[in-house]
């Protein structure tokens, strides 16, 4: 059974600073990978989404990659601010959506 | 973007009460919908799949009396938690496909914050 497990657990990081988050997953046999948003007591906002045929993909000041055959991706989130402060989910699409354990993200001002 | 929305976002009932959720597609038709239970600290775990016209595939460890799903239409579908207990009390969230294929995209509803006393 596929599993999904973030790295760290939780972050807090002075405002401007430049962070990764890590992903990683037991089974590279997947179709794609999702970063999601999710702000306390809220839904998912989704973030990006990498096809397994792809290397990375980039939104602003958010930029993911996917390295398919280590089972590895990585959230980078460049100047943070205030704002940014939420947990990060990844997810993996294979038979079905795995999600990860999450990353809680605090940007101090 | 295609929208999905949750009806109730917020709930409280009684131990022993039966709570409705429901979760549409606004823009698109859902052959396959799905229900996600994430309790406090804790990432989404899948509870159940429901495709359109047949009944819920459900995961290993979610009781299906217990938790009644009904995707009674290509736009809606309904999760149904019977006989509620405070153990209940969870974010419960739903997607929705347009398609069968697992790599079409899901999109997530907004949740439903369940509170039983």
């Known amino acids: 059974k596929q599993e999904v497990t973030q790295i760290p657990a939780a972050l807090s990081v002075p405002e401007g600073e430049n962070l990764v988050l890590n992903c990683s997953f037991t089974?590279?046999?997947?179709?794609?990978l999702q970063w999601f948003r999710q702000d306390p007591g809220k839904g998912l906002t989704s973030l990006l989404l990498i096809q397994s045929s792809q290397r990375e993909q980039t939104s602003g000041r958010l930029n993911a990659s996917l390295d398919k055959s280590s089972g590895r991706s990585t959230l980078y989130i460049a100047a943070s601010q205030p704002g940014d402060s939420a947990t990060y989910l990844c997810a993996v699409t294979g038979n079905q959506f795995y999600f990860g354990t999450g990353t809680s993200l605090t940007v101090i001002p | 973007g295609a929208v999905v929305s949750q009806h109730p976002s917020r709930v409280i009932c009684k131990s022993g009460t039966s709570v409705k959720i429901e979760c549409r597609s606004l823009?698109?038709?859902?052959?396959?919908m799905f229900w996600y239970r994430q309790f406090p600290k804790q990432s989404l775990m899948l509870m159940a799949t429901s495709n359109e016209g047949s009944k819920a595939t459900y995961e290993q460890g979610v009781e299906k009396d217990k938790f009644l799903i009904n995707h009674a239409s290509l736009t809606l579908s309904t999760l149904t938690v019977t006989s509620a207990h405070p153990e209940d009390s969870s974010f419960y969230i739903c997607?929705?496909?347009?398609?069968?294929?697992?790599?079409?995209?899901?999109?997530f509803g907004p949740g439903t914050r369940l509170l039983v006393l």
């Open positions: 997607s929705a496909r347009q398609g069968s294929s697992v790599q079409e995209t899901q999109y």
């Open positions: 823009d698109f038709q859902a052959t396959t």
């Open positions: 089974d590279s046999a997947i179709y794609n």
